[in-house]
């Protein structure tokens, strides 16, 4: 199922009515295949064929409301370190006056 999920990306980005038409076919060729393994991902391939001639309608990326985990990390320990040397500063200061 991964493979038509990401063939139907691909040929949806490209636009190639032929290319449509062959991953279709395939699609088609794999619901009505006898193979027992085959009928338990009907449901699922029927899905994908159902994305695949609506477009508009088809999955969602993920990716569009993602913030890298990476950069919040790094921001957070970046205002905890700035946060302690304020501290550390502070109490020097009052240690001087004293």
């Known amino acids: 199922m991964i493979y038509f999920t990401n063939q139907i990306k691909v040929v949806l980005e490209s636009g190639d009515e032929k290319q449509v038409k062959q991953l279709?076919?395939?699609?088609i060729e794999f619901i009505d295949s006898p193979n027992a393994f085959y009928r338990d991902k009907?449901?699922?391939?029927?899905?994908l064929l159902t994305n695949l001639e609506n477009p508009q309608k088809s999955i969602p990326t993920s990716n569009s409301n993602y913030f890298p985990q990476k950069v919040?990390?790094?921001?957070?320990?970046?205002?905890?370190?700035?946060?302690?040397?304020?501290v550390i500063v502070k109490r020097k200061k009052k240690v001087r006056k004293k």
Request: aromatic share 0%.
């Open 24 to 27: 279709r076919d395939q699609i």
């Open 42 to 47: 009907k449901s699922e391939a029927q899905k």
């Open 72 to 86: 919040v990390i790094l921001i957070v320990l970046l205002i905890l370190v700035v946060g302690i040397a304020m």
